[in-house]
């Protein structure tokens, strides 16, 4: 037996293109790690919550949170964590999370790349493949993202892939008070990449959170 046989999460990949998203694993937190310390942003810039990829605990808080993540899996609430290629080189991450995702059919992502990596529409093509999943494969019914304010880049991969803006929340990122935008798309408006998006070893992973999926 392999660990993708207990833990079907493990075996999914989504091929777009020059991208890949494939299921993030254990030895993928090193170069993580590298990634982090080469930088995900300017110092200043804040595209986070709080700047974990600046703390020096980062390797471990990101294995810590990985962890988390595949231990909390259940049919009512899970997240997939998925480690993003660039032509056969891992340069970032992608996840998709849910609560009650049988019943409403709708899910959040979440992404980033390593500062050499961006600008180069990588950020564009990996959210378009991670809604073809969640469409196509899925029949999610909508998907949404959030980006504070001053994010111009992630509000622009969102508006490319045919988002619109859905309110927004004022939230308290380190002490001050930013605008967070939300965003939803839906298949009407969603903006399909340029390439045919392959996903292997989707089927084991929906029946283990109780999803029907036909191939
Ligand atoms: C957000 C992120 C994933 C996007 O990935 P990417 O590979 O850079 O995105 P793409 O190259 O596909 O597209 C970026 C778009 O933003 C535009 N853009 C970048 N900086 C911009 C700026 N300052 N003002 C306006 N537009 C800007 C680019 O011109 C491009 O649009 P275009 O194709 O119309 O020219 C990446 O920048 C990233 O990881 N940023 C740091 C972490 C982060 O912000 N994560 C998201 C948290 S919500």
Redesign the pocket.
Known sequence: MDLVDIFPAFGIRIECGPVTLRAMRESDATRVAELAAEG??APS?R??LRPWNLEEEQPTTSLQFYYRTWASVTPESWTLLFAVERDGILV?AQDMRTESFAVLRTAET????GLA??????????RQAILVFAFDHLAAVQMT????AD???????SE?CGYGLNGYDLRDRQGEPVRSDRFVVTPGTFVRPPYDVVVTGLEAFARSVGLDVTP
């Open positions: 995900i942003h810039a595209p986070f970032g979440g992404s980033w790349l990596h961006q600008g180069h529409g990588t950020g564009t093509l990996m993202s959030g980006a504070w994010n111009p880049s992630s509000h622009r991969v490319k």
